[in-house]
């Protein structure tokens, strides 16, 4: 069965570094998205991506954060400068069937990162 | 705005008995989808069921249903046959657009621990 996976599992980096999260979508699926959980509490939308560029962020996603799908099958987050408060469980998904009319969001198993 | 509200912080169940899982929603938009992910303490989100605002009909997928609700703005899951495997966080989470491509707006989520 088709997955989404992310890499790597848990990130450690330090305050001020660049980290950039990446993902392997499902192939054929046309949305991706990153979402965010702090540990303890709900998941939160970042961003939604489609046809190359953004569809839709919330205010979280700032000019510290970044989103690239460089090649056919990479889709990846990057925060610029991490801060304590992005330390959280990444999680990136996708969905879409083109034509089809499938709307659920399939996750990858997420990137603990942690900002220290 | 569009918002989830879980008011079952922690719900506990007897292995065998069925359970519901209690989730509301509010929204402005004519048309929405609803959605219930399972998050087992390894950490991944795990699609479980959807329901479009415009179907006629409950939700099932095997031992999952969804109790929509419409006019009260409810989308109750209803786990029958709990198994001990069920115990996990589990949100209930709302996408505006009713078509492909839409964010997930999530709930703060229930845990749910299931009872040899």
């Known amino acids: 069965e088709p997955e989404v996976t992310q890499t790597p599992s848990h990130q450690v980096t330090q305050m001020g570094q660049e980290v950039i999260l990446r993902c392997v979508p499902i192939s054929n699926h046309l949305y991706f998205y990153w979402y965010r959980q702090i540990l303890g509490q709900k998941v939160e939308f970042l961003v939604s991506f489609y046809n190359n560029e953004i569809s839709e962020k919330s205010e979280i996603f700032d000019d510290q954060f970044s989103v690239e799908r460089p090649d056919g099958s990479n889709f990846t987050l990057k925060i610029r400068s991490t801060k304590l408060e992005d330390s959280a469980m990444y999680f990136c998904a996708s969905s879409g069937l083109g034509g089809a009319l499938n709307y659920e969001q399939y996750f990858g198993p997420g990137t603990r990162l942690t900002v220290t | ?116």
């Open chain 2, 1 to 116: 705005a569009q918002k989830i509200t879980q008011t079952q912080p922690g719900m506990f169940v007897q292995e065998k008995e069925a359970v519901t899982l209690d989730c509301t929603y509010d929204t402005s938009d004519p048309s929405y989808g609803l959605f219930w992910y399972k998050q087992p303490s390894s950490g991944e989100m795990i699609f479980l069921i959807y329901q479009g605002s415009y179907d006629q009909q409950n939700a099932t997928e095997g031992r999952y249903s969804l109790n929509f609700q419409k006019a009260r703005k409810s989308a109750n899951l209803v786990i029958s046959a709990s198994q001990l495997g069920d115990s996990a966080m589990y949100f209930c989470a709302m996408s505006p657009i009713y078509n492909q491509g839409g964010k997930l707006i999530f709930g703060q989520g229930t845990e749910l621990s299931v009872k040899p």
